[in-house]
């Protein structure tokens, strides 16, 4: 998932207007950082690993958090 870095959000060509955060593009996105994707978001599932990715030599070029979360099993 990509993260709140500068990178993305120059990216994402997002810029504050008043107290609100405005993509060009006008699509609404969920730039949250590494911190609060691990400690609010995916609270509640079992991360077993993450990663932090500068993705300077990709397509998209973009800073992604990627994670591996373990299923638990249900009886």
């Known amino acids: 998932m990509p993260i709140r870095t500068k990178k ?4 994402y060509k997002t810029r504050k207007e008043k107290k609100k955060e405005i993509h060009v593009d006008q699509i ?30 990709s397509i998209s070029g973009l800073d992604e958090l990627m994670v591996v979360i373990k299923k638990v099993n249900s009886i």
């Open 28 to 57: 609404y996105r969920n730039l949250w950082t590494k911190k609060y994707w691990l400690n609010t978001i995916l609270k509640d599932f079992n991360v077993v690993e993450y990663k932090e990715r500068n993705n300077k030599n």
């Open 8 to 11: 993305n959000l120059r990216a």
